[in-house]
Structure formats: structure tokens, C-alpha cells
């Protein structure tokens, strides 16, 4: 059957929408204001005993040997499990590419800090914690490879024996002529940055309570999960268990961007109910767990780029070396954020040719996991970044060689030489929206004035493509093949007209259970407050993946939207009957079925799903007696990737144009944001409040990658980030006012126009204000190259330029 | 195991008395023996505020104080905030569904009872006074700004007349 | 992250307090005084700190208070430092030690953190720190022997130690108010404002005919102990607090100083640039606000 999901919200079946495209309040509010929401904490299962682990102090060591007696008889203890159950009965997880995971403990070997190597569960996590003291561990210490240039040097120690050395990845991808463009070229700009380790940190941890029915060999696990059935699936492989027998329940949870979801947690805690005879065990991760070795540090890079120019500032090729540190393995699936920068890899711009010649290794530090962006963010920081020099080489305003190079309107959809399509955009509109708003030519007085005093005042304009509505086929270089990410509702009504729709992903802060209703009450033309958000479990929910690769606004519009349909189509047929006329001649609006044109000449859609439910006698011959639908969206047109890993994967292409201006403390180095405007194109939006929130968080986000957020490591290994005096997310203090301006230009090929927004603007926040920060320090000659931009790396350079 | 010892308090409004190890901290003692799990933990080292709760009249981090210690003190918490009888809202908490001050909401109860501090002592605070009072409180998901004006919304409503005077007597 | 075992007590007086700290040392027993728990608590969670025995301070009404006493503002112990931040007393009387007490975390922290607990504590990051030494204070301890007074130079030892006992408590800290005509300026670099500042230095100064005199300058944050800068005070004494001058006395102090900490957020070389920056600074302020 094939159904069209409108195009357009003028598209949707009545007259006028009272919510889609308005500022509505959230569904989601009242409970989690109040505090009645069950994050995954305030779960108690009857008789749950609790977990703790024993984590690594070693960057890399052999496990000798182990002493766990005195724990196992420590009143309270229920149940202690080391690398040998584990080896026993669970596999390490699958990986991409193949080969580079690690068992949930340790097996034989730690490879970082902070790796769990003994697991207890007791009475209370107290009593496990005071167990963990009672475990001896011997460990025989093994030389470390700490950075990746390290690891790739020749002998370095391996982590994974197994393999032929630390590098996990290592290609060159070639589109286009790229030598030949550069041969060309009038000017070539190179440069070397760095982007250290941040991550995710959401407010709450990951959390899950397991528990593995050792009659019926199943298992279930409650927990904070963005991604349930991808979870559940992962699961089943490590612990040998069937697909079918691991239901995962996902519980509203306080954000995740990108991380939650502790695959090595989930297992942990199972196998420990599995060892305590299938008592319900909860593991809390708390956060120096969290920062030592969760889901959530991303994005440790060195990259060697440059621009190939043409004399008038046309660029015309574009190369990145990247060298890129995923940790001990491939475990969280860190790998995929040096795919993902294919999707958009030229940015905003049109750039014949481009090389990306990728170098992905492993090192002793923490595994790397996804973090909202998943990879373009420094990315976009290099191309932006080397926009800026290319501007100064050829005395052009960093806003003009923007303006030179945009994809123009008239070309979209347009493919880029990395193979993904554009939907639509109007960069230059975006760009004079923003250097408007901002007053572009009075910051540019303001500042020649405050250098004339001696001030650090610098500006940054940045333009960027954020890529939106991902498709596993953007990670065929790491690995994964697959066209088609499912996501699933099911969308029914009662015999009271009141509706239903049921998903598979739960709360986690964008507000999609609101989206849903407001879709469903503009579809059928009700009231939203009769339309109730539910959650499914994995063993029940419909296909899904979840919020990811800013897809789940779009994917959950495209699915709901597609289940509307069907039942209007039912409702019709089934009117149809019960009116004597042709279902053509009907139409849905104000929670009506009419006949077009006929006042009066109605039934409430109470009235048909209660025929459906209640008179089979009345109905259409043959139809089933169900006022509900399920509909599964996945992206359109996504093809197969070819050898230079080319394919339509994202389907969205939003974008922004940023305008910053930062004054640096020439006596601190610190960095303070004086303006901050936004300009934003993300097509349709359907909740403008929610949308505009995305924004500011990814905004915040941002500013913590530019300026605050680090995870440090020493020369040996070590982490020096183990509580939130280290890792500085940033307050409220730290978050300037924006100036906003708003761009829509819908996509021709989603559900209502809408684009991928919500990772955002962490795509292009720490590109802009590393921009402006070197525009400050142009007149001393002095350049950031490293984030975070932190008040002792500036005040080095400052050092230096005297 | 250390002796327990015995915490009697009162949390919005309603005595409660538990036997409880010295080592308890407090916020595991509202959340796993009083079953008040509206107040959340973000870090349990006394930075991101996730935690706040009113001892008496004053915000504080749950985390960084024991069980023990709160014996014959009282207490608020976010689930003190609605209204028992009608069920309706805070004042604090209608206003940051109005200007949409949360995303994951996992912050929000902290950010809640910081504010009632804030706007009981001060029912007019400047810009600079909310950054002041909610600097002690992260939030990863909503950039502040929300937050900001959630807070001045709530402030505004309290100078119209709305009550947000602790909904229990001590 | 949850604290290993130990014992509480929650004496209702200070003789008491002193008696059972006194028949725990007896026992071989390692207690530790708890007040507001702002630094403690996290050492406990954290297991970095795993006495035998807490005594809680928290009944003892009697170690909470502010009193002017003259020319000298006396603070018990047990003082919330959000209560010394809204006391009109030190806001007007000494406004270093209020514009100190308001650089100490947030108000959250400062709801339940004592005045007596951060001097206690001795933590090199601490203002209270840095106002004692420039001010001059004086602390008062209490123990199994009676009282003694122990003033600022000689308080603090090193590194999260400070000259009590562990069978002693502090009980009060003593402060001058400040002196009619002097300029006073306190100042730091944190990260994000609350943190833990990087460094931070305090000032105190007359102006006599257009120039420097009685010049204090202490700085925190930098080495184990707050610090008095007698180079950069010699220096600028007698000099007018210009620009240029001041600079150099915040490189002659920054240079005098003992090899800095180091840490993630600044290395030692930064922060000695910091006190270079904030010396300077201060002995501005200072002086602007001298008459
Ligand atoms: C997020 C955060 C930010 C902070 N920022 C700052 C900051 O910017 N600047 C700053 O200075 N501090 C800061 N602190 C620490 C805070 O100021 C603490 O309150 C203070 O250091 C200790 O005071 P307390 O009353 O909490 O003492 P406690 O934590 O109870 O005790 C600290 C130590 O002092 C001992 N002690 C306490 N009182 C006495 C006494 N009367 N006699 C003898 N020994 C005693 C205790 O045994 C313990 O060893 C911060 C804390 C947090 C959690
Ligand atoms: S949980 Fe208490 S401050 Fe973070
Ligand atoms: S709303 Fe998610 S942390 Fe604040």
C-alpha cells in the first residue's frame, strides 16, 4: 500500500491546524516538573540487589590474577563476577569494523583506565562499594600506547593482540580530481589543528535494572536507553541469548546526546542476575564513573587540511588528513563519527574535489562513543577555520569568501563530491540574516576601535550545513552497510474517540510524545489534550531506533502521519458504508468524517472507531475490526554506497550562519562572548519553542567544546577528569543571549518540510567562536589551534606573541 | 555496619522517622527510604545542583549532607510544590512549562527549588541575581535561556499576587 | 561513590565536642569534625576521607554568630557563610572579607558552608585564605588544653592543614574592620564563576600624598599556603599606584613566588602570569578606592 504522508503542513487533512507549527506547551511538562517522572533511579524492582564495579587503575596491564573470597563473604554480598564468568558465558560486543570490542569486564587484559574488571552485587550499593575494598586484583603492568601517534609508531605495545597493530581504519577516499585541483590552484592554505576529548555528560547517568529469568533463559532490562531495540539486538549477541528472549524497557531519561545506553552496564548487571540466580540487579553508574569510562567522551583528532583556491576566492578543492584516537576499540561505535562528515563533508559550499584520507587508531585512553554531532563539529571547525585563513591570504571578508562559494539555490538538490544530496537552502538569505541581526559592519568599527585601545576583540562568521534524518548507509566506511532505518507508530482510537499512539523510544527531552499529539490532534482535527503518548517495550513496539542523527523529529512526523492516514482511509471506508456515498466524497476535519459539501452530513471518528470495535455487522465485507494503524517511516530514495563509499544517506540538509564576537582578557586569557547571533534554516518547524531549544542547547553546548570542556589525559595514560571540578560543563553564566533569526526553506522530500535539527548547533558553535577567537588574536600573529580555547592555551599564545 | 541511628523529619508537611547507617547521605534518604524520588542526582559531589532541596527555608545540595543531619529539621522538596488539595502546579513549576525551561527535565527540580529561594527572598531579582542564584545548577539540555525566562515569568507572576510561599507549615 | 562506614555524633555542646574528640583520640579512633559538609562530604563519597567517627558540630547554637567587638568583627565557627555574606556588620565594616565570602562557590554552598570549616579546611584554593593573611586575623581553637589564639601567618601549615589539633576546634576567627581611608581590592580568575578560583590575590593600602603605604598583598590559589607578597608590597610601597608601577609589582610578586601548583585547568607558569595579572589589578582597584 502505498500512502502519502503530506508534504507540506498545508498539505494535512482540514482547514487549519491549531498546533503543527505553533509554540505548544509540552505534554511531556507536568510530570517531570513535578516530579513523578520514573527515571530509571527511582525504578525498585522487589528483592534488587545493586551494582558496583571495580574499574581499572591501569592504562594497560595483564590481569594475573584475582582474590574476590573475602568480598563474596562479606555479609550483604550477593554476588561477585570477574573476566571468567564472563568469558564463560558472554562474547565481546560486535564492533565496526569487526574485531575491535572488548568483553563488558575485562577478559586477560585491561586497555584503560576505568575498565571494569570485578562486578558486586549486594543488599544496597553502599555494601558493594565497601566489597569492591575487599577484591584484590594483581595486574602485570604492560607499556602503554597513549595518543594515536604513539600507537601507530612502529612496535608500539598492541591493545588488541589479535590484531596486526592499532589501527583500526585506514583509507583514503579520492572525489574528484583532487591533485589535478590542486595543481591548479592560485593558492593553497594548509593547516594543522587538534580537538581534544569531549563529551556528551548528560545530567543523569546511564542506569538500568536486569533481570535474567534463568527458568525461561530471557531477559529483561529496564534502564535509560536512547536507543531500545538496538540495545536489545547488542544484548542478545554478547549474552548468548536468542533476539527474541531480550526485551529492553527504556525509561524516561535526564538527556543523552548520543551516549546512553551503557552496553557494558546492561551486561554487567545481567550477568550478575544471571550469577545471582535472576534477583533483579540495578546498576547506577555514578558520574566519576561516568567521566572516567561511560558512553560519552567523542572526538579526540588531529587533522592536517587544506583548501585549494582560485585567485578571486573560489574554492575549488578541499583535503583532510585525520588522525583520529578512538580509544581502547570500537566498542561505542566511535568509529562512525568519522563517517558521518561524509554527508556533508564541503559544507555549505560548492568544492569540485576533496580528499579524506582517514587514519582511525586505537589508544589506551577511554573508548569513544556517539556525542551529539557525531563527528562534523570538528570537522566543521577545520573547513571553517581554513575559510577564515583562506579569507586573510586574499584580503576578502571572512563573510564575503562565504558568500563567493554557496551552493546557490537554483542547485539543490544538489550532490555533493562526497555523494550525499542536499535538499534545499538558501545560504546567502541565512548568512545576511545573521551579519543583519548582528550589525556585522558596527562590530566590525566596534573592534577597529577597541584594537586601537589595544583590546583582543575578534569576530567569526560561520556557515554550516547541518546534516539531518541519518541512514546507516552514511557509515558503509567503518563498516555497516544497511539502507533504511525504521521507526514505527501505531496510532489508534477508542471506542470514545480518545487516541493512542504507541512508540518505541521513550522521554528524553526534545519533546517528540508532544510532536506526536500535536500531529495526530491537527490529523483528525481533536483536541490535543485527547491524545495520550505511550511507550512500547522492545518486545512489543513497533520497528524503531530512536532519536539519533537528528532523525527522530522528522522519522516519528513521517510515521505518525503515515498511520493517520491509513485509519482515515479505514474511517472513510467505513463511513462510506454506513452514508451510502463514495469514500472520494469524504473528507476528515474537526474530528469529523463529512461528506464534502453537506453540512451536517457527518460522524465523529467516535462513532466510526466505535462501529469499527463494536459492529462487525455494519462494516465493509472482509474488514478487519481495527481503528488503529501502524506505520513504519524510513528516509526515501537512500541508495547503496558506491566503492568511494558515495550514496544519498542524510536525507536533510539544514543550516546555519553563526556571528560571534568574543573579547579575550589579554592578562588571563580568558575568552568572553559579547554577541551571539543565529541565523537558522531547518525547514518546517513544527514546534517552534522546541526547535528553538535544540538550538540553544546544541549552542551550549558548543561553547563548552570551544572554551570549557576537556577530557585530559597524561603522558602515560592517565586520566585527570574524574568529577565535574575537571570537566566544566558550562552554567549559566557562561551561556550568552542569542539573537535569532529565523529561515525556512522545508525540504521537498520529508514529512511537512521539516529538517533534521536536533543536534543543530553544535555543529556550528565551536567553529565560530575558535573564528572569532583567532580574529582576536590576528594583530599578534598568534593563532588557536587546539580546543578547547581554554584561558591558560590562549594565555600561552599570548606569551608567545611578546 | 555502623549503628543506626534514628532521623525523625519532616519532608513538605508530613513526619516521617527511619532508622537509618550515619553513612546514608541525605538524598539517598529522600529518594530510597522516603521513596521521594522527585529529587534527582546528577554527580553526588556537590557541583551541579541536580540535588537542591530547602532545609529549612534554604536551598542546599542533598548530596552533601547525611541523613543524620536533618534529624528534627523540615524540609521541602519538589514534590512539596504542587498544591495537595487541587493538584495544580507551583506557580515556579506552570511558569517553566510556559516558556518550555526544560527538555529531560532530569535538572528541572533542583532548578525549581533554587528558584523558590530566590524568588521568596527576592520577588524582583535582576538578571544578574538569577545568574547568581541558578549559577550553582547545570543544565545540559536547554542553554539557559529558557530557564532564564521561565524564572522571570515566575517572577513576574509573583508580583502580580500568586502565593509561592512554602506550601507546608512548618 | 558512597562513603565507607563510621560512626556519627552530634554533641550539643563545645565542652562536650572537646571531651569526645579527646576519648576518641583515647581509642586510637580517627574522627573528624564535620560543619557544613561543603568539603568534607564530597572526600566522603568519594572515599578520599574515611574517618572512624564524625562529630557534627551542628547543635552547638553557641559557635554561630557574628559580633562587633569594637574594631574587630568576631565570627563563630559554625557560621553559615551565607549569613556573613547578608551581615550588614561585614558588609560595611569589611568589605574584603564580604567581597571574599562572595567569591566562595554558590549560594547553595554558602547556605550550608561554615565560615570556621573553610579556614579549617585549608585549602589553598580558599579566599578566606588570602583575606586573613592581608587582613591579619586571628583564630581562635579550642581544645582538650583550653584556648589559644593562633593569628593568620602562623595558621595555616600547608596543604589542607592548618595549625589545630585533632583533638582541637576552631572556634572563631577574629577580623579588624577596616581602617578608615585604606583601599582595599580582592580578585580572582576562576574558570567559570563559583568554581575554585586558579589564583586570586587580596589588597590592602593607604594612600599618603598621591603614594603607597601600609601595603598588604596576599594571594591564594597558587601554592599550598595563602601567601604574603613582601617583594611586590616593598616595591610599591612609596610609589604612586600607576599603571606601570603596579604592573611591575605584580611581576615582582609573581616572580618571587615558590614554584605554583599545577593542575588541569593551569599549569604553574599560568599561574604565576595570573598573579602578575591580579596583583596589578588589585593595587589599582586599591588605590582608587583609598582616600
Ligand atoms: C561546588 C563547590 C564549590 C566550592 N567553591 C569554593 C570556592 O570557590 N572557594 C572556597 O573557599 N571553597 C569552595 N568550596 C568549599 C566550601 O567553601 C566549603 O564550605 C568549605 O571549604 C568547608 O566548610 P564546611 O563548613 O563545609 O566544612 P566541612 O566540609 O564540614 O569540613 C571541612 C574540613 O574542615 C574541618 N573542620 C570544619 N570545621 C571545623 C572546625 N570548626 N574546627 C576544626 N576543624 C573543622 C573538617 O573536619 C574537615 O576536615 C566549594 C564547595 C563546593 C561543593
Ligand atoms: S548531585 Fe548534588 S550537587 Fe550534583
Ligand atoms: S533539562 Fe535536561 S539537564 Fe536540564
Known amino acids: ?166 589501527v583500526i581504519l585506514s583509507k583514503t577516499y579520492d572525489w574528484g580530481d583532487v591533485d589535478q585541483v590542486f595543481a591548479d590552484a592560485d593558492h593553497v592554505v594548509s593547516e594543522t589543528f587538534f580537538w581534544n576529548r569531549v563529551g556528551a ?16 533463559n530471557s531477559l529483561t532490562i529496564h534502564g535509560s536507553f536512547q536507543t531500545p531495540g538496538f540495545m536489545a539486538l547488542g544484548r542478545a549477541f554478547s549474552l ?181 544530496e542536499y535538499d534545499s537552502g538558501q545560504y546567502e538569505v541565512t548568512l545576511d540574516a545573521a551579519l543583519e541581526l ?69 522521554l528524553e527531552g526534545q519533546g517528540q510524545y508532544t510532536l506526536a499529539a500535536q500531529l495526530v490532534a491537527d490529523f483528525f482535527g481533536v483536541d490535543m489534550a485527547g491524545v495520550r503518548v505511550a511507550y512500547a517495550a522492545t518486545d ?68 466510526v472507531a466505535g462501529t469499527m470495535l463494536a459492529r462487525s455487522d455494519l462494516l465493509p465485507p472482509g474488514m478487519e475490526q481495527s481503528p488503529e494503524a501502524t506505520y513504519v517511516w524510513t528516509a526515501p530514495g537512500r541508495t547503496e554506497p558506491d566503492e568511494q563509499g558515495r550514496c544519498k544517506s542524510y536525507l536533510t540538509a539544514a543550516n546555519a550562519c553563526h ?47 570551544a572554551l570549557f570542556e576537556e577530557y585530559v589525559y597524561t603522558d602515560d595514560g592517565q586520566p585527570k577528569v574524574s568529577t565535574f571540578a575537571e570537566y566544566l560543563v558550562p552554567t549559566i553564566h557562561e551561556v550568552p543571549k542569542t539573537d535569532k533569526a529565523v529561515i525556512v526553506t522545508p525540504s521537498p522530500f520529508t514529512p511537512l518540510g521539516a529538517k533534521g535539527c536536533g543536534e543543530g548547533a553544535i555543529h556550528t558553535t565551536p567553529a565560530v567562536i575558535m573564528c572569532a577567537i583567532n580574529d582576536a588574536l590576528l594583530p599578534l600573529g598568534v593563532q588557536a589551534r587546539a580546543t578547547p580555547a581554554s584561558p591558560n592555551r590562549v594565555w600561552d599564545l599570548l606569551q608567545q606573541a611578546k | 555496619m555502623t549503628t543506626k541511628q534514628t532521623v525523625k523529619v519532616t519532608v513538605n508537611g508530613i513526619a516521617y522517622e527511619r532508622q537509618v547507617e550515619p553513612r546514608l547521605t541525605l538524598v539517598d534518604f529522600l529518594r530510597h527510604e522516603l521513596h521521594l524520588g522527585g529529587t534527582h542526582v546528577g554527580c553526588e559531589h556537590g557541583v551541579c545542583g541536580t540535588c537542591n532541596i530547602l532545609v529549612d527555608g534554604k536551598a542546599v545540595r542533598s548530596c552533601l549532607m547525611l541523613a543524620v543531619q536533618v534529624d528534627g529539621e523540615s524540609l521541602t522538596t519538589v514534590e512539596g510544590l504542587r498544591n495537595r488539595d487541587t493538584g495544580d502546579l507551583h506557580p515556579i513549576q506552570q511558569a517553566f512549562v510556559d516558556e518550555h525551561g526544560l527538555q529531560c527535565g532530569f535538572c528541572t527540580p533542583g532548578f525549581l527549588m533554587t528558584t523558590l529561594e530566590l524568588l521568596r527572598d527576592n520577588p524582583n531579582p535582576s538578571e544578574a541575581d538569577i545568574k547568581d542564584a541558578l549559577g550553582g545548577n547545570l543544565c545540559r539540555c536547554t542553554g539557559y535561556e529558557a530557564i532564564m525566562k521561565s524564572v522571570r515569568l515566575a517572577a513576574k507572576r509573583v508580583q502580580e499576587g500568586q502565593d509561592i510561599g512554602l506550601t507546608h507549615t512548618d | 561513590m558512597k562513603p565507607a562506614p563510621f560512626d556519627y555524633y552530634s554533641p550539643d555542646t563545645l565542652e562536650e565536642a572537646v571531651a569526645l574528640l579527646a576519648k576518641l583520640e583515647n581509642e586510637d579512633l580517627d574522627a573528624k569534625i564535620l560543619a557544613g559538609g561543603q568539603s568534607l562530604m564530597p572526600m566522603l563519597s568519594l572515599r578520599l576521607a574515611r574517618p572512624d567517627a564524625l562529630v557534627d558540630l551542628r547543635k552547638i547554637g553557641a559557635l554561630d554568630y557574628i559580633r562587633e567587638d569594637g574594631d574587630t568583627i568576631a565570627i563563630g565557627a559554625m557560621t553559615s557563610k551565607s549569613a556573613a555574606e547578608d551581615s550588614d556588620v561585614i558588609r560595611t565594616r569589611q568589605p574584603l572579607f564580604h567581597e571574599a565570602t562572595l567569591l566562595v562557590g554558590h549560594r547553595q554552598i554558602r547556605n550550608r558552608g561554615t565560615v570556621g570549616g573553610s579556614f579549617a579546611h585549608a585549602e589553598p584554593t580558599a579566599e578566606y585564605g588570602a583575606a586573613a593573611m592581608v587582613l591579619g586575623m586571628d583564630m581562635k581553637v579550642v581544645g582538650p588544653n583550653g584556648e589559644r589564639i593562633v593569628p593568620a601567618k602562623d595558621f595555616y601549615v600547608t596543604y589542607l592543614t592548618a595549625d589545630i589539633d585533632s583533638t582541637e576546634i576552631l572556634t572563631e576567627v577574629r577580623l579588624p574592620v577596616l581602617k578608615k581611608g585604606t583601599g582595599w581590592s580582592f580578585q580572582e580568575m576562576s574558570r567559570r564563576q563559583g568554581d575554585h578560583a586558579l589564583a586570586g590575590a587580596a589588597v590592602t593600602l593607604r594612600l599618603v600624598g598621591g603614594v603607597c603605604k601600609d601595603v598588604c598583598i596576599a594571594v591564594f590559589g597558587v601554592n599550598a599556603s595563602p601567601t604574603r607578597l613582601a617583594e611586590a608590597e616593598a616595591f610599591i610601597t612609596g610609589k604612586a599606584a600607576t599603571e606601570d608601577n603596579a604592573r611591575e609589582a605584580g611581576r615582582v610578586g609573581a616572580d618571587g613566588l615558590e614554584e605554583p601548583m599545577s593542575d588541569v585547568h593551569a599549569t604553574a607558569q599560568y599561574r604565576r602570569g595570573l598573579i602578575a595579572t591580579l596583583v596589578a589589578r588589585c593595587l589599582v582597584e586599591a588605590a582608587s578606592r583609598a582616600s
Request: glycine content about 12%; hydrophobic content about 40%; charged content about 20%.
Open chain 1, 1 to 166: 500500500m502505498s500512502i502519502e504522508i503530506p508534504g507540506l503542513p498545508e498539505d494535512m487533512p482540514g482547514a487549519e491546524l491549531k498546533y503543527v507549527g505553533k509554540d505548544v506547551k509540552r505534554i511531556e511538562d507536568p510530570g517531570l516538573v513535578a516530579g513523578t517522572v520514573e527515571f530509571i533511579d527511582n525504578l525498585d524492582l522487589p528483592n534488587m540487589a545493586h551494582c558496583a564495579m571495580l574499574r581499572s587503575p591501569h592504562p594497560h596491564a595483564r590481569i594475573t590474577g584475582y582474590d574476590t573470597s573475602a568480598a563474596e563473604a562479606l555479609p550483604g554480598v550477593v554476588a561477585v563476577i570477574t573476566g571468567e564468568d564472563v568469558k564463560r558465558w558472554a562474547n565481546p560486543v560486535t564492533t565496526a569494523p569487526e574485531g575491535w570490542g572488548s568483553y563488558c569486564l575485562a577478559v586477560d587484559k585491561v586497555r584503560f583506565v576505568g575498565e571494569p574488571v570485578v562486578a558486586v552485587a549486594a543488599e544496597s550499593r553502599y555494601i558493594a562499594e565497601d566489597a569492591l575494598e575487599l577484591v584484590n586484583v594483581e595486574y602485570e603492568l604492560l607499556p602503554v600506547a597513549a595518543t594515536a601517534e604513539e600507537a601507530i609508531k612502529e612496535g608500539a605495545p598492541r591493545l588488541f593482540e589479535e590484531n596486526e597493530s592499532n
Open chain 1, 438 to 506: 548582528a550589525d556585522y559592519e558596527a562590530l566590525r568599527e566596534e573592534q577597529a576601535r577597541a584594537r586601537e585601545e589595544g583590546r583582543l576583540l575578534g569576530i567569526g562568521v560561520c556557515s554550516v550545513v547541518e546534516p539531518g534524518v541519518f541512514d546507516w548507509n552514511a557509515y558503509t566506511t567503518v563498516g555497516i552497510q544497511g539502507v533504511g532505518v525504521p521507526e514505527g507508530a501505531k496510532v489508534s482510537v477508542d471506542i470514545m474517540g480518545q487516541i493512542t499512539v504507541t512508540v518505541g523510544f521513550s
Open chain 1, 201 to 216: 555528560n548528560p545530567m543523569e547517568t546511564f542506569g538500568c535494572v536486569s533481570t535474567w529469568d534463568t527458568v525461561n
Open chain 1, 540 to 607: 512489543v513496539a513497533p520497528p524503531h531506533f530512536g532519536p539519533g542523527g537528528s532523525r527522530l523529529g522528522v522519522s516519528i512526523t513521517g510515521a505518525v502521519l503515515g498511520a493517520c492516514r491509513k485509519i482515515e482511509e479505514k474511517f472513510k471506508l467505513v463511513t462510506a458504508r454506513l452514508m451510502q456515498c463514495e469514500p472520494a466524497a469524504l473528507e476528515l476535519a474537526d474530528g469529523f468524517v463529512r461528506i464534502k459539501g453537506v453540512p451536517g452530513a457527518e460522524m465523529h471518528i467516535a462513532q
Open chain 1, 659 to 705: 556571528v560571534v564576537m568574543v573579547e579575550i582578557d589579554p592578562g588571563t586569557g580568558r575568552t568572553d562572548i559579547l554577541k551571539y547571533c543565529v541565523a537558522d534554516d531547518c525547514g518546517t518547524r513544527l514546534n517552534p519553542a522546541t526547535v528553538e531549544g535544540q538550538l540553544m542547547g546544541g549552542i551550549a553546548q558548543g561553547i563548552g567544546a
Open chain 1, 240 to 420: 548468548n541469548l536468542p533476539t527474541n528472549k531480550v526485551k529492553v524497557v527504556s525509561h524516561p531519561h535526564g538527556g543523552s546526546f548520543g551516549g546512553k545506553g551503557g552496553p557494558r552496564g546492561s551486561e554487567i548487571s545481567s550477568l550478575l542476575s544471571r550469577k545471582a540466580g535472576g534477583r533483579a540487579v540495578k546498576y547506577i553508574e555514578d558520574r566519576v564513573e561516568y567521566l572516567l569510562a561511560g558512553a560519552g567522551q567523542s572526538w579526540d583528532r588531529y587533522y592536517d587540511a587544506s583548501l585549494a583556491l582560485k585567485a578571486d576566492g573560489t574554492v575549488t578543492g578541499f583535503k583532510v588528513k585525520l588522525l583520529d584516537d578512538q580509544g581502547a576499540g570500537a566498542e561505542g561505535y566511535g568509529t562512525i563519527s568519522i563517517a558521518k562528515p561524509i554527508a556533508a563533508f564541503t559544507g555549505c559550499y560548492r568544492i569540485e574535489a576533496a580528499r579524506y584520507d582517514l587514519n582511525v587508531v586505537a589508544t589506551n585512553r577511554a573508548p569513544t562513543y556517539p556525542y551529539r554531532g557525531y563527528g562534523p563539529p570538528p570537522h566543521n571547525y577545520v573547513l571553517e577555520s581554513l575559510m577564515d585563513i583562506a579569507a586573510q591570504k586574499l584580503g576578502l571578508d571572512v563573510a564575503e569568501i562565504r558568500r563567493r562559494n554557496y551552493i546557490p539555490p537554483e542547485a539543490f538538490p544538489y550532490t555533493i563530491p562526497s555523494g550525499n
